[in-house]
T-cell receptor, first 111, second 114 residues
């Protein structure tokens, strides 16, 4: 069945470091791909998305490119801030409209 | 602004109690979802509804039921709460067009069963 695998955390970085959180997927057809972020005590909110191969989603300095050949959608940011500390979820939208999430990656940014 | 509202943020219930978690969305979305979030397990889909009175089981429906009598409202019911249902419950919704639809989440309901 469809699935999403993302790197386990926690990931701890210093402020201004480069961030990569890996995400790969298994799916039939051509799903849309998403990154969601969850700040402490809150629900999930959309960070960025891509709907077809080679699309790049971007928001708040974060980027991810839909790579069909490697079935990946890695999240990157050039210079992280303390305020980026959160849990990040990779997800895909199946053709039946159900959304499948990865297990989440907790990110800690140290000042 | 889009809005998914969960009626209770924090609940404490006793084992065996019947528990209702209510969710309302104001975006006229066809699809609504209930997820459960647990450390190390991520989000797991409990039930999904794609229209009024229509529902489908997700990955972990055991011990839960749902009700969707109106388009904007989706209720999760624990018929007889157990301690292993202590968790964070997230309601979400999106429109019915396949592919590329952003899913919007509520703030979550923390349920503790004692």
């Amino acid at each position: 069945g469809d699935s999403v695998t993302q790197m386990e955390g926690p990931v701890t970085l210093s402020e201004e470091a480069f961030l990569t959180i890996n995400c790969t997927y298994t799916a039939t057809g051509y799903p849309s791909l998403f990154w969601y972020v969850q700040y402490p005590g809150e629900g999930l909110q959309l960070l960025l998305k891509a709907t077809k191969a080679d699309d790049k989603g971007s928001n708040k300095g974060f980027e991810a490119t839909y790579r069909k050949e490697t079935t990946s959608f890695h999240l990157e940011k050039g210079s992280v801030q303390v305020s980026d500390s959160a849990v990040y979820f990779c997800a895909l939208n199946r053709v039946d409209d159900k959304i499948i999430f990865g297990k989440g990656t907790r990110l800690h940014i140290l000042p | 602004d889009v809005k998914v509202t969960q009626s209770s943020r924090y609940l404490v219930k006793r084992t065996g109690e019947k528990v209702f978690l209510e969710c309302v969305q104001d975006m006229d979305h066809e699809n609504m979802f209930w997820y459960r979030q647990d450390p190390g397990l991520g989000l797991r889909l409990i039930y999904f509804s794609y229209d009024v009175k229509m529902k489908e089981k997700g990955d972990i429906p055991e011990g839960y039921s749902v009700s969707r009598e109106k388009k904007e409202r989706f209720s999760l019911i624990l018929e007889s709460a157990s301690t292993n249902q202590t968790s964070m419950y997230l309601c979400a919704s999106n429109s019915g067009r396949a592919g590329g639809n952003t899913i919007y989440f509520g703030e979550g309901s923390w349920l503790t069963v004692v």
